[in-house]
């Protein structure tokens, strides 16, 4: 995954939006996973429509005034995570 890779939710999931925080469960293996602060962001743009990793990193430098280097590593961990839990997927 790089700065131009799309992402988007997968279908795979249930979401409960919590007020500040969305807890999420993947169908597919039963993990739950947590999103505030950052994750909110991330996961809202996302559910728009699909947005690439470099448009993310962007609205999270913009949101939190954060180095674009660690927005950046941190998003791309954040991401990782989602897709090995079959939250997010890849689109071609």
């Avoid at 947590?34 to 949101?63: C, F, Y």
């Amino acid at each position: 995954m790089d700065l131009s890779t799309i992402v988007r939710p997968t279908s795979n999931h249930l979401a409960s939006d919590l007020g500040d925080e969305v807890v999420l469960m993947s169908l597919k293996s039963g993990t739950y996973f947590g999103l505030k602060n950052v994750g909110l962001v991330v996961w809202a743009a996302m559910k728009e429509e699909p947005r690439s990793v470099g448009d993310l990193a962007d609205r999270i430098v913009a949101e939190y005034a954060v180095p674009r280097e660690r927005a950046e590593a941190d998003l791309l961990r954040l991401l990782g995570k989602m897709e090995k839990n079959d939250l997010i997927e890849v689109v071609e």
